[in-house]
């Protein structure tokens, strides 16, 4: 007989995002003359085509897979191509952190890993996951059946958790900019969080997937700018935001040499070096073109391409927060991060402020009850729209909460 495995049995049923797509399909089917009216601004999911350079580089990566001496079959290491290694070290290098080649490892993104690596800790580990929080950090690790204890993410600490030194705890999530708040930690914010990691001799695993998006200079763009970092971070990248690769799947994790842990019996074992073997037998690398396309994205060129993209999101965020402005709407993000994480108004709940939105002024946007006991009462807001489509909802909006 086959068991399942019943941790999976804690999840909720269904994943966030198909419980809206649910829930707009059922009012189409209610309301068919409205299906075209229906502006979306919930999932996180880019509109900009790639970058020209990244398009001529994964066409060049497929013509040479089609030529006998440059096609290329399983990648060696499985850690992805030096020649993108290089390129993402240099990259970190541009904004002053030393991050080596040899510690980066190729992946096909940010949601994958930040999962997958939980597979290389004990279950027997507690995990500290703040909330509201993305909900792969809480799944992976249900999955497990690891024990979970949450620290309060709120508007009185402006959204970003302070640890409590009271609490111990082993493994620890932090996503700065924040999905879905939008907040982002402050260096001095940054270092408490790695102060209390290595007085628990606890690991964080460091979610930066939007730190392109960082424009203030207090704010860090990697957790290895805060010193100490090395010695108890993972930190976990994406090109799917800042260079629209949710449709081509890339993004790397470093794990930095300096990071070890300790056995039950006392020796030390290197965190990178457990990593690569589970990733050697579980993963085989990011197909070269792909790699190819990403390597472009760190180019002169291509950070040119690519910024002139994120500065379109970005002017996206400013009209969302400048209608909540002018609304007296209190809202975390839209600086430093594509979202903006709102306040619902007149005490609404999250979802019964979805159905208003939507029913209302054909608006879509994401329940923040949907990332944890702490989003009820708020609603996250994407910039990741068309520029058009995010001024017509914000007047809809407008209209809708003035009267």
Known sequence: ?????????????????????KKINEYI????????????????????????????????????????ETFKGYEDSGTGYDFL??????????????????????????????????DIFSDKNVVLISDPAYPVYVD????????????????ENGFRAVPDR????????????????GAAFTKAQLKDWVDYALENKAII????????????????????????????????????????????????????????VENEDGTTVSVSQIWGRRQGSKFNGVAYPVQCGAAAVFSEEGQKQCRENLEYY???????????????????????SPYIWLECPNGMGSWEFFDYLLSEANVVGTP????GRNGEGYFRLTSFGDRQKTIEAMERIKKLLSK
């Open 85 to 118: 290694k290089e390129a993402v070290s240099g990259y970190y290098k541009s904004f002053g952190v030393d991050v080596p080649p040899e510690d980066i490892r190729i992946s096909d993104g940010a949601k994958s890993d930040s999962g997958n690596i939980v």
């Open 1 to 21: 007989m086959a068991y399942i495995n019943e941790n999976f049995l804690k999840l909720e049923k269904n994943y966030l995002f198909i419980n809206i797509a």
């Open 314 to 336: 970005k002017e996206n965020a400013r009209i969302i927060a400048a209608a909540l402005d002018e609304l007296g709407i209190w809202y975390s993000g839209g600086k430093n």
């Open 205 to 260: 695993i460091y979610d930066a997937a939007y730190e392109a998006f960082v424009t203030e200079e207090d704010v860090p763009r990697s957790i290895y700018a805060v010193e100490g970092a090395k010695k108890c971070a993972i930190e976990i990248c994406s090109l799917s935001k800042t260079a629209g690769f949710t449709g081509l799947r890339c993004g790397y994790t470093v794990v930095p040499s300096e990071l070890v």
């Open 29 to 68: 089917e209610q309301n068919p003359d409205k299906k075209d009216n229906i502006i979306r601004m919930g999932i996180g999911d880019v509109t900009i085509p790639l970058a020209p350079c990244v398009v001529e580089a994964v066409k060049k990566g497929i013509e040479e897979m089609g030529v006998k």
């Open 368 to 371: 923040g009850a949907g990332f």
């Open 166 to 181: 009271s609490v111990h705890a082993d493994l620890i999530y932090l996503c700065s900019p924040n999905n879905p708040t």
């Open 140 to 155: 992976s690790n249900l999955m497990s059946g690891r024990k979970i204890i949450y620290i309060d993410s709120t508007k």
